[in-house]
């Protein structure tokens, strides 16, 4: 546990470093900002996640770090910390993913969201919520996503919700007991897939959560069929 939380605040104090040295370098090409975000910043971030996976058992103290995440979230946006601001509202969401895996009894449970979300987001980024609030409301769509900052002080961005359900799904790979370091992977390539779809379609946003649901379920259908199925055997013996 020591060995993590040394890590996570190399890791953490890295991403700062960068964040903070990026807008002063110069810009890159678009497809340079892609491979930067995708295969750099994307899963720096995300390794903050799998780092901290293990305070998913420790509920309460789970609880009380969201809590002061979040009001140093609003107290370092506020104070003009943008840099602080933004890797203290990423912890806060993924924490706040992490404490919403106890809501799961069951790995059925979590399968269903999985089914569900993508075509939720979907509706929500091309029809609905979020495609107005992009378009229209760029102010109110920073504070509810998290930067990738990218040289000469560009970004790209992922919504808060994304950033959850990353968190829950990650931890529900390792509640059941099914392949966390391949749903890791699987669901970092499947944000870099979509930052390049977005560029390569020239569109202002595509739909995260697919990408992300797809991480969670594809490396571990087999394992989940499995244990469904168990659950459906006991249940009909019962």
């Given at each position: 546990m020591v060995g993590r939380a040394a890590a996570l605040l190399i890791v953490a104090g890295a991403l700062v470093a960068w964040f903070e040295a990026a807008p002063h370098l110069g810009g890159v090409s678009t497809w340079d900002d892609v491979a930067i975000v995708a295969i750099v910043l994307m899963p720096g971030m995300f390794s903050l996640t799998w780092l901290a996976l293990p305070v998913w058992r420790r509920p309460k103290e789970l609880a009380i770090g969201v809590g002061v995440l979040a009001v140093a979230t609003v107290v370092l946006s506020e104070a003009g910390v943008p840099v602080f601001a933004n890797i203290a509202k990423f912890a806060a969401v993924s924490g706040a993913g992490l404490l919403f895996l106890s809501a799961f009894d069951q790995l059925s449970w979590t399968v269903i969201v999985a089914l569900i979300i993508p075509w939720v987001d979907a509706y929500s980024v091309w029809r609905g919520p979020t495609r107005s609030i992009t378009e229209n409301h760029p102010a109110v769509f920073s504070k509810l996503s998290v930067?990738?900052?990218?040289?000469?002080?560009?970004?790209?961005?992922?919504?808060?919700?994304?950033?959850?359900?990353?968190?829950?799904?990650?931890?529900?790979?390792?509640?059941?007991?099914?392949?966390?370091?391949?749903?890791?992977?699987?669901?970092?390539?499947?944000?870099?897939?979509?930052?390049?779809?977005?560029?390569?379609?020239?569109?202002?946003?595509?739909?995260?959560l697919p990408a992300i649901a797809l991480g969670f379920l594809l490396p571990n259908v087999d394992l989940i069929w499995k244990q469904l199925a168990t659950a459906r055997a006991a249940r009909a013996s019962s």
């Open positions: 930067a990738f900052v990218v040289p000469g002080g560009g970004s790209a961005r992922l919504g808060l919700p994304d950033i959850l359900f990353f968190s829950v799904f990650l931890g529900a790979s390792v509640r059941w007991g099914l392949r966390p370091t391949w749903t890791w992977l699987a669901m970092t390539a499947g944000l870099g897939i979509t930052i390049a779809l977005t560029t390569v379609w020239n569109t202002s946003g595509l739909p995260a």
